[in-house]
């Protein structure tokens, strides 16, 4: 008899991999990417190349010549739309070919793709932003869950609206790198920190926001003024007053910004790091840039909640208005660290989490039982049966009301 057929249709490997490794004997599986260097990475950990479909939605421009790649640019710039509308018919072409029985992401484009087989969605972020309360969340047949704070956020968002059955409540792929690597090893640390340029006796600050919470380029609020200024300020302060190694980790989408000269300045700066990889997605060194942390400076970013998770000191920066927390997928009052709306308050945070060793500890733990069902156990195995269940036409059991083993 032959195996059913699965289409990971993957943003990185950071989240689709273990699983893919968990189910992959049971089920024909292939790989649609849009990425390069994700189809480098899944050879590289072993997937056959004739399993993995690189997509390029503009083609022979992929071509590393200078007219191409200004060809390209400009096409990115004026006619983005149609950029996306050929990767989406071609994600669709190369996958409907396969004759899946299942369509598995973690990234939101096959919500504007309509399938002949059922598709479901692993969140890539867990977040303080509107990505599980999202509308999206309609054109999927459904959407896996970290927990059951999130199934009845989304219910009393939607209230009568929504197909229950597509809600799943069975943990997150993306903590679940955390089950499986909480921390890392003595001699990996020291090896990274190396890397780094950093010193391996300092704590280590790291700075890691989202791409929006403070408008068009800023990765500080508004009312800090000029950002680089600003985060050169932190910068020293951190390294000067504090003791302290500082880690800049922007978002993928703020790339360009690693350019700017107020941020080499940072990173020619000893005991500074600005992060340079992971320019387009995640990547498994960015999990350990949150393991090898003590202290996150973050805002509405999966960082955070990660961040958490592990147990590290969190400094939330307040989201510049027009920020809707009623559209957020976590409340406010579910911020357990400080909460800083001005600069000199970020200080004070920092200050206060270096002399004390207790602060908002068990304000993290009850973070952690309400967010994430059974928060100590790797979500794949959860994660798996529900997928068995989807292909083999059977109901998966999609609201649970109570923890159970």
């Known amino acids: 008899m032959s195996k059913k057929k699965i289409v990971f249709v993957a943003d990185s490997t950071v989240q689709l991999y273990p699983l893919y490794s968990h189910i992959k004997k049971n089920y024909e599986i292939i790989w649609i990417v849009y990425f390069k260097d994700v189809a480098d990475d899944l050879r590289k950990k072993g997937v056959e190349k004739e399993s993995i479909f690189l997509i390029n939605s503009l083609g022979f421009l992929n071509k590393r010549f200078f007219p191409f790649l200004v060809l390209k640019k400009i096409i990115k710039i004026f006619f983005g739309n149609l950029e996306k509308k050929i990767l989406l018919t071609k994600i669709k072409k190369v996958g409907e070919n396969f004759y899946p029985n299942l369509w598995i992401t973690d990234t939101g484009l096959l919500s504007e793709i309509t399938t002949k087989s059922p598709k479901c969605n692993f969140k890539h972020s867990i977040s303080y932003l509107k990505c599980f309360l999202a509308d999206s969340i309609f054109n999927y047949d459904y959407i896996f869950l970290p927990g059951h704070y999130h199934l009845n956020r989304i219910l009393e968002y939607y209230k009568n609206n929504i197909n229950k059955e597509k809600l799943i409540v069975a943990g997150s792929l993306k903590v679940s790198n955390y089950v499986r690597k909480r921390n890392l090893e003595p001699q990996d640390k020291k090896n990274l920190l190396k890397k780094y340029n950093l010193s391996i006796d300092k704590k280590n600050i790291l700075f890691a926001v989202h791409w929006n919470s403070f408008g068009q380029n800023r990765f500080l609020p508004k009312s800090f003024g000029d950002q680089f200024k600003a985060i050169n300020q932190i910068s020293d302060y951190a390294n000067n007053v504090l003791n302290c190694n500082f880690i800049i980790k922007l978002h993928h989408y703020q790339h360009s910004l690693l350019k700017s000269e107020g941020l080499k300045k940072i990173a020619k ?137």
């Open 269 to 405: 700066k000893k005991n500074n790091m600005v992060f340079q990889s992971a320019i387009f997605h995640d990547i498994d060194e960015s999990e350990d840039v949150i393991r090898l942390s003590d202290i996150i400076i973050t805002d509405t970013s999966g960082v955070g909640i990660l961040g958490v998770f592990l147990d590290k000191k969190i400094i939330y920066l307040e989201p510049d208005p027009p920020f809707n927390w009623q559209d957020s997928d976590i409340k406010s009052d579910l911020r357990p660290g400080f909460v800083c709306k001005k600069f000199e308050e970020v200080y004070n945070a920092l200050d206060k989490y270096l002399n004390s060793n207790n602060l908002f500890n068990e304000e993290r733990k009850d973070f952690i039982k309400q967010i994430f069902f059974k928060p100590e156990k790797d979500a794949c195995g959860e994660i798996s049966k529900s997928i068995d269940r989807i292909i083999n036409l059977e109901k998966p059991k999609a609201i649970r009301t109570q923890y159970s083993e």
